[in-house]
């Protein structure tokens, strides 16, 4: 028998509980979305470390959100599981299980567990890149070495600047998600597409890439870059 004062809740009514949960999921991945561009806005206007570690925070936040949300859904729906095994009037209460459920995941959890999100790795990589790109190194260095480092990083940076295949500034880069190597897209898209058609491999053009089996699914939008290269292109439009 269902226990005394125990909520009696419908199949349809957990579906449409679920449906309403997991239309929650755009709302986290959105603000997930928003804070990398703020983090990214504020390293690219030169803003103190700690401010883009603040948005690191948020991350992390929102990353809480989303594990919080999933292991609810997922609770809910290993109830279900096992209450329709049972007759209705056998079926206890359903939100006291579901809770000792979630529970039971959230007893699980680990703060490392939330540098694993997907959004949260993808924001760290991307911070990373521009890093790279801006030549913004990850430690201080020493005063001795700071001009020397600079003019280094400089260099390189334009450098990254430049596509392996037609030589000249990129305007519409994507990165090579195997390798990490950046291309202008049209070029690289053409190349592959050549390679292909004759049915040979095509290889990274980058020299001393060890990558030869591209595919054009490969290919990501380098973000990173492409926010280098607007900066770069202000700055020299200021010079001049």
Same mark, same amino acid.
């Given at each position: 028998m269902a226990a005394h004062g125990a909520s009696l809740i419908s199949p349809s009514a957990v579906d449409s509980l679920l449906s309403s949960l997991k239309n929650c999921q755009p709302y986290i991945d959105t603000g997930m979305d928003i804070a990398t561009g703020v983090a990214l806005d504020l390293l690219q206007t030169g803003c103190e470390a700690t401010e883009v570690d603040d948005m690191e925070s948020v991350m992390l936040e929102y990353a809480t959100m989303n594990r919080d949300l999933n292991q609810y859904i997922s609770a809910v729906e290993e109830t279900m599981r096992k209450?329709?095994?049972? !007759?209705?009037? @056998?079926?206890? #209460?359903?939100?006291?299980? =579901?809770?000792? *459920?979630?529970?039971?995941?959230?007893?699980?959890? /680990?703060?490392?567990?939330?540098?694993?999100?997907?959004?949260?790795?993808?924001?760290?990589?991307?911070?990373?890149?521009?890093?790279?790109?801006?030549?913004?190194?990850?430690?201080?260095?020493? !005063?001795?070495? @700071?001009?020397? #480092?600079?003019?280094?990083? =400089?260099?390189? *940076?334009?450098?990254?600047?430049?596509?392996?295949? /037609?030589?000249?500034?990129?305007?519409?880069?994507?990165?090579?998600?195997?390798?990490?190597?950046?291309?202008?897209k049209d070029a690289i898209v053409r190349m592959i597409k050549n390679k292909h058609e004759k049915s040979k491999y095509a290889r990274c053009p980058k020299i001393g890439c060890d990558v030869v089996d591209m595919d054009i699914s490969d290919l990501l939008p380098d973000n990173a870059l492409r926010r280098a290269l607007d900066i770069h292109k202000k700055q020299r439009q200021t010079k001049h």
């Open positions: 209450v329709r095994r049972h !007759p209705p009037e @056998e079926i206890p #209460d359903l939100r006291q299980l =579901v809770q000792a *459920t979630y529970e039971e995941q959230q007893r699980k959890n /680990t703060d490392e567990d939330l540098k694993k999100n997907d959004k949260f790795l993808q924001f760290e990589e991307q911070l990373r890149d521009l890093k790279k790109q801006l030549g913004v190194s990850q430690e201080s260095n020493s !005063p001795a070495f @700071e001009d020397e #480092d600079e003019e280094i990083a =400089v260099t390189q *940076t334009i450098a990254n600047f430049i596509c392996p295949i /037609t030589q000249m500034e990129m305007e519409n880069p994507v990165k090579n998600k195997v390798c990490g190597h950046s291309y202008e």
